[in-house]
């Protein structure tokens, strides 16, 4: 592709047009962002990534969705991938798959922080092209990179960009940025193709990040280290570790025929239609099932037969409600949990404990490792969202507090809202279907309806409690921390104050609370990233202000009621996940 090509594109042709002195400047745009794909330069990295992706994974694994073929899809289309982001090894890993196992060169945005030597160069013709990560008002570049993306679409190039916008450093799914899917319909409405647009969700999860010491540390407050030739090429200084597989898998492609008068509706639509289906498409894997039943359990070790019943049960859950599990698991789970188990023995997160006395070995989780295999965890956390607001519901119709239809599912909507700002969600409907679904697989029956919840006995309850309630475990340090956040605004009422000053309280108040308080069991209930969300909850929530264009929060004194009801709420629901824990061995 020339620059002659792109000044093709009529916006930019219009512009050079009415302002000639900018026709330079445009062409060291083009030079800066564009691509120098390469076939032989990918050929000979191929021998490379065969040797490297040998010693550091177990495998990659390339799902599409049933009745799908890509490689069709590719000539049929003009196919956009939209993967989520873990990791730098994404960039490889999706390049790898596609072009070993479909034989297809994928164009791939990348931020130009990636773009150092002489890394970059290599990234170039491996497909990458560079985008700046701010542009606003510099309109010239802008439509530079827009002719880039008509030309490629124009002549059928695969393209790939990450819709978070950047890597996951929790492991949960980041809210879709819009940029690119507003460049992309822009350049397609100027494309003159009876083909449509079509974006193909992707998800990606990793058994293990080699960049996972990175986040553990951004996620507890530390500082980004910026990207530099030194940093990038830590990535190959790994080849002493295993990291288990990667797993891809491909959703159901969302076609763009036609570009509407309301771009903005359908760009945000487009940005969460892709965001939902990835999160859908989340893999459960080896790893990230082993980090889920580990770290739920916080007593102490837990023993191999007590981890596989754990495992067959969330397994069971998986195929039940057609949640996406890793060929591996699906394979044979029992060789792919062991393959899991030495990866993080080896890795230092879990350790083994043989009791002679006992004659058993037991499994432990290091402290200092919960961080890292929640970020595993929460790859997942989302699937078994229901599970937990049917336990929450169950304990609260016990109690009394729940006592009729409306009320049980204004709790349900008001559990949704609560989790918005951590997860990615189903939709309300989407919701109340699978709550009945699940209750009425619990209990043994064909259906089941709402106003059944009032007619059970005790027996089905505990039922519920004994299949439903381990799951509220999986969610406790999320509302542990909601608890300490809450905590925390209560010495800033009436004041402004900024993000820092909250970290700072709310880090001091959360050791406090787990050394001396009832509530707090989790070390992994305190992250930067999960007070953040925490104060989002309850700047939506009407409880906060932002001021000073966003940058300090304030607590407003008429406030103070509605907050004590938010501790009070938390502490209700932390006290209830205890009661479900308890009721569960009972039954």
């Not at 990835?278 to 980090?291: A, F, H, N, Q, R």
């Not at 697989?441 to 381990?470: E, H, I, N, V, W």
């Not at 992994?524 to 000073?548: C, D, K």
Request: hydrophobic share 40%; charged share 25%; glycine share 4%.
């Amino acid at each position: 592709m020339s620059f002659t090509q792109l000044s093709e594109y009529p916006k930019l042709k219009d512009y050079l047009m009415d302002q000639p002195e900018a026709l330079a400047e445009a062409k060291n745009i083009y030079k800066e962002l564009a691509a120098t794909y390469s076939p032989s330069a990918v050929s000979k990295l191929e021998s490379i990534f065969d040797a490297s992706f040998a010693k550091l994974y177990s495998g990659i694994s390339l799902q599409s969705s049933e009745g799908d073929d890509i490689k069709q899809m590719s000539k049929d289309s003009h196919l956009v991938l939209c993967p989520n982001h873990q990791s730098y090894a994404d960039f490889l890993g999706i390049t790898y798959a596609f072009h070993k196992k479909l034989a297809l060169p994928i164009y791939i945005a990348a931020g130009i922080n990636l773009n150092v030597f002489p890394l970059g160069n290599i990234f170039r013709k491996a497909g990458a092209f560079f985008i700046r990560r701010s542009f606003r008002g510099d309109d010239l570049y802008k439509l530079v990179l827009e002719a880039y993306i008509y030309m490629l679409l124009k002549e059928q190039k695969i393209i790939k960009f990450y819709f978070e916008g950047g890597r996951s450093r929790t492991g949960r799914l980041l809210p879709p940025r819009y940029g690119l899917f507003q460049m992309l319909l822009e350049s397609y409405s100027h494309l003159d193709s009876d083909k449509p647009l079509c974006f193909l969700p992707l998800s990606i999860s990793h058994e293990r990040l080699p960049e996972a010491g990175a986040h553990k540390v951004e996620v507890s407050g530390g500082k980004k280290v910026k990207e530099s030739s030194a940093q990038l090429f830590k990535i190959f200084k790994v080849f002493s570790k295993r990291f288990g597989s990667i797993h891809l898998r491909a959703g159901k492609g969302i076609y763009v025929r036609q570009i509407n008068e309301d771009r903005r509706k359908q760009v945000q639509d487009l940005a969460f239609d892709c965001f939902r289906a990835v999160g859908k498409g989340m893999m459960v894997s080896p790893t990230s099932l082993l980090s889920m039943v580990v770290l739920d359990n916080i007593s102490g070790a837990l023993t191999k037969e007590h981890i596989e019943e754990r495992c067959v049960g969330i397994l069971q859950y998986c195929r039940d409600f057609s949640i996406a599990i890793s060929p591996n698991l699906a394979k044979d789970w029992q060789a792919a949990i062991n393959e899991a188990l030495n990866l993080l023995i080896s890795s230092k997160k879990l350790s083994i404990v043989k009791s002679t006395a006992l004659q058993k070995t037991f499994y432990h989780v290091h402290e200092d490792s919960r961080i890292e295999l929640l970020y595993l965890k929460n790859t997942i956390l989302h699937h078994f969202l229901i599970p937990l607001f049917i336990a929450g519901a169950w304990i609260n119709i016990l109690r009394g507090s729940i006592d009729d239809i409306k009320s049980l599912n204004t709790y349900f909507l008001k559990q949704r809202k609560l989790l918005r700002h951590e997860f990615y969600l189903p939709t309300s409907e989407e919701m109340f279907a699978a709550i009945k679904v699940l209750v009425a697989k619990s209990l043994g029956r064909d259906s089941f309806d709402f106003a059944q919840s009032f007619q059970l006995d005790k027996k089905d309850f505990y039922k519920l409690g004994a299949d439903l309630g381990p799951y509220a475990s999986s969610f406790s340090h999320i509302y542990e921390a909601y608890y300490v956040a809450a905590l925390s605004l209560k010495s800033c009422i009436g004041e402004t104050f900024s993000i820092e000053d909250f970290k700072a309280s709310s880090k001091e108040i959360f050791q406090v609370e787990r050394d001396y308080g009832k509530m707090i069991r989790y070390p992994e209930s305190y992250s930067v990233s999960i007070m953040q969300s925490a104060l989002n909850y309850f700047v939506n929530e009407g409880i906060l202000e932002t001021v000073n264009a966003d940058k300090d929060y304030l607590l407003p004194k008429n406030k103070q009621t509605h907050l004590d009801n938010y501790i009070e709420t938390f502490a209700t629901i932390l006290s209830d996940f205890t009661a479900l824990n308890i009721k569960k061995f009972q039954a």
